[in-house]
């Protein structure tokens, strides 16, 4: 993941859509969790920055923490990392700027699996 991520500057971007899906059932067939982010960010490409998409795929839910007002899609930091050998941690508005999880975190996404793609800008720009 880290390999992926290097050519990515994930802070100061853009929040384009935040999806959660979760199906809640009172019988023994599996729970869908499901949640899709897209970013709007920067992408190391020669030797300059250029506006990309990235589209975050988090599977198997563990646990939200969404506090928001919907005051502004922008945000400045960001805390995405492995924090278990099964568990991914995503905080679009971290406490602090230390890099790492903080009880206090906002619009934070525990999962146990993730997948990333880079999408397309479209007329953004």
């Not at 199906?23 to 969790?33: C, D, G, H, I, K």
């Not at 700027?97 to 880079?118: F, M, R, T, Y």
Request: glycine share 4%; charged share 30%.
């Amino acid at each position: 993941m880290e390999k992926l991520l290097k050519d990515y500057a994930l802070n100061d971007g853009e929040i384009i859509s935040l999806k959660i899906n979760a199906a809640y059932t009172f019988n023994s067939e599996p729970v869908l969790r499901q949640a899709s982010v897209e970013l709007l960010i920067r992408k190391r490409a020669r030797n300059a920055w250029m506006p990309c998409v990235l589209q975050i795929e988090l599977d198997e839910i563990l646990s939200l923490r969404l506090n928001e007002d919907f005051a502004s899609p922008r945000y400045s930091d960001i805390v995405f990392k492995r924090i278990e050998d099964d568990r991914w941690y995503l905080s679009l508005d971290p406490y602090g700027n230390s890099g790492e999880p903080h009880e206090e975190d906002n619009l934070v996404i525990v999962a146990k699996s993730v997948k990333i793609d880079e999408g397309v800008t479209q007329d953004r720009f």
